[in-house]
């Protein structure tokens, strides 16, 4: 996930504030590595750089010589013996269908906060992009199964549905102020009810055969965990155990494991315990004649927490875990294909790859841009403050870029058929690469565009 431009200036770099003094010392190792390195990870972009990074040095290992060391190194197999439940999968499945839960339990988060705090509590101002995510998702879905027909590549059709939110933001990071807030806000919005989209698909069309028993467990977990907020049981490592076990029955039904996070996070609370404002009163009273002890301070310190819903305080703990590993890990373990031994030019000639570089670069834009007219048109919703409809077609084209979580449906999609999902995945990397040029392109002449109307509109006047 990437940082919220709505929330207060300076909110978001909280968790980089409250970094070790050593890194504001004058010693040589704080002022080459330490500042440079936290100055970085405060850019909108760097999730992106890093996740980009990661994907051509999975590329670059896959077709070297050491090719068979990167086969080898995430298919080795690592087991898990619990007594009652023995799980043994490949290091690549772990980071799959365990590290990547907690990318989706941010997901979660997210939605949870833009459901309760954020502008899909807004009928008015979510309507718009809500409208015009569906069209992005409808649309590249029909272009891939018109390429594809039928067959066995006809499952992947959920693959060119997705927005890789790190990515698309951080394209718009890299053009940084040429890009109205309210075209940022556009497109974040319409990336979330994108993923929101994705986990339904996964959850729905994308589950192995149920077990039953299992999935029952978890549900039952998940309403144990409801009802530890109605009692008001706050003590994080009880939810952390209780959402392992909800993870572990999720992994045994079919469902895929990933969804235990995101449920989780719809769960987690958005309101704060405390009001601010009461939270404050409470410190200035404590600290009336300066002196605290030791259990005062600890008092404080829950105030001062509890005034901070804990939705934004994972969140804000969270994002870097899920930017600068999490994803950078998955693309390193899923980004290697193998372009040699003809791999490039089958899936340069095959459906699958067409089908899904077609429904990125060119199903997301023209269904992004098409639902949008349609919903303005209607008086569903209004274009964004300083965004004309060039703009609204380049942010559709970077809406195009899926890289995440397509590569992540990709693998679900053809279970068993290694040579479809290498093609996917050669689909999937040049249509999000040609998807992000365009996009660029796009909104460069939008932005160019409004200023040369504004300038005209300056002289007429």
């Known amino acids: 996930m990437t940082p919220d431009p709505r929330r207060p200036a300076g909110s978001q770099d909280r968790v980089w504030r409250l970094g070790p003094s050593y890194t504001a010392s004058d010693r040589t190792l704080a002022r080459l590595v330490a500042r440079p390195v936290r ?8 999730g992106s750089v890093l996740l980009l990074t990661a994907a051509v040095i999975a590329l670059i290992w896959a077709n070297t010589p050491y090719a068979d060391g990167y086969d080898a190194f995430w298919h080795s197999t690592i ?4 007594g009652v439940l023995q799980l043994e999968e490949s290091l690549q499945h772990w980071v799959n269908d365990a590290l990547m839960v907690i990318f989706f339990f941010v997901v979660g988060l997210e939605i949870k906060y833009e459901l309760v705090l954020g502008d899909l509590r807004d009928p008015k101002t979510a309507a718009l992009p809500i409208v015009a995510a569906f069209g992005g998702m409808l649309v590249p879905a029909a ?3 018109a390429v594809v027909g039928g067959g066995e590549g006809s499952s992947g059709w959920g693959i060119p549905m997705a927005t890789d939110i790190a990515f698309a933001v ?3 990071g890299l053009l940084g102020r040429r890009i109205p807030s309210a075209a940022r806000l556009f497109l974040l919005t319409l990336a979330i009810v994108d993923d929101i989209g994705a986990i339904v698909v996964i959850a729905v069309f994308y589950t192995a055969d149920l077990n039953l028993v299992a999935l029952a467990i978890a549900l039952l977990l998940l309403g144990l965990m409801a009802a530890m907020r109605v009692l008001r049981i706050w003590s994080i490592p009880a939810y952390v155990v209780v959402g392992v076990l909800v993870w572990l029955a999720t992994l045994e039904s079919g469902v895929h494991a990933t969804l235990a996070g995101v449920a989780i996070g719809l769960l987690t609370p958005a309101i704060p315990l405390l009001k601010e404002k009461v939270a404050r009163g409470y410190v200035q009273e404590a600290l009336g004649d300066g002196h605290l002890s030791t259990d005062e301070l600890h008092r404080l310190r829950f105030l001062l927490d509890e005034s901070v819903s804990i939705v934004e305080r994972l969140q804000t703990r969270l994002h870097p875990l899920s930017a600068y590993i999490v994803l950078p890990v998955f693309a390193l373990a899923n980004a290697g294909v193998h372009l040699g031994g003809g791999v490039l030019g089958e899936a340069l000639d095959s459906t699958v790859g067409l089908g899904i570089a077609a429904g990125l670069v060119l199903g997301k834009p023209i269904g992004i841009l098409l639902a949008a007219f349609i919903a303005v048109r209607l008086g569903l919703g ?3 403050e300083d965004t004309g409809w060039r703009m609204i077609a380049g942010l559709g084209a970077v809406g195009g870029i899926g890289f995440t979580v397509s590569l992540f449906i990709a ?13 996917a995945k050669v689909g999937i990397l040049g249509g999000s ?3 992000a040029l365009v996009g660029v392109g796009l909104l460069l002449l939008g932005t160019r565009t ?6 005209s509109s300056r002289s007429d006047a």
Not at 412 to 421: A, I, K, R, V, W
């Open 39 to 46: 100055e970085f990870l405060r850019v909108e972009a760097a």
């Open 79 to 82: 087991s898990l013996d619990l």
């Open 143 to 145: 272009i891939y199964l």
């Open 170 to 172: 951080g394209v718009l």
């Open 382 to 384: 209004r274009l964004p």
């Open 411 to 423: 693998g679900l999609s053809f279970p068993g058929e290694e040579l479809l999902t290498e093609e």
């Open 433 to 435: 690469l040609i998807a």
């Open 450 to 455: 409004q200023t040369d109307d504004a300038e």
